[in-house]
């Protein structure tokens, strides 16, 4: 099976960074797709970034493309969401999640495992 287990979440002002981590453990191999996804309350969870392989294809929600970078470090079986210009409406929380397939990378249903999540807030 899989773990991951995300962290780097916290307290942010509008305008400002964090760098999310999730760290995987088990049996994920180097060419699996991750996907970050996020959740606010009463709200269903979206879809946010997801990267193929490290270097590889990559793929953002409108809602946060040229703001949010996914990328990974297969070596340290971490996949990373460095996320910039941070907004209000990014207050959520995130979660990692990995898959095992050839299907998509862009729907919840597309994954097979998933992290327990971190908290992101975006204060005004």
């Known amino acids: 099976q899989v773990q991951l287990v995300e962290s780097g979440g916290g307290l942010v002002q509008a305008g400002g960074s964090l760098r999310l981590s999730c760290a995987a453990s088990?049996?994920?191999?180097?060419?699996?797709?991750m996907g970050w996804f996020r959740q606010a309350p009463g709200k269903e969870r979206e879809f946010v970034a997801a990267?193929?392989?490290?270097?590889?294809?990559?793929y953002y929600a409108v809602s946060v493309k040229g703001r949010f970078t996914i990328s990974r470090d297969n070596a340290k079986n971490t996949v990373y969401l460095q996320m910039n210009s941070l907004k209000p409406e990014d207050t959520a929380v995130y979660y990692c999640a990995a898959k095992f397939g050839l299907s998509g990378v862009t729907t919840a249903n597309d994954y097979n495992f998933w992290g327990q999540g971190t908290q992101v807030t975006v204060s005004s």
């Open positions: 990267i193929t392989w490290s270097g590889g294809p990559t």
């Open positions: 088990g049996r994920t191999v180097s060419s699996n797709p």
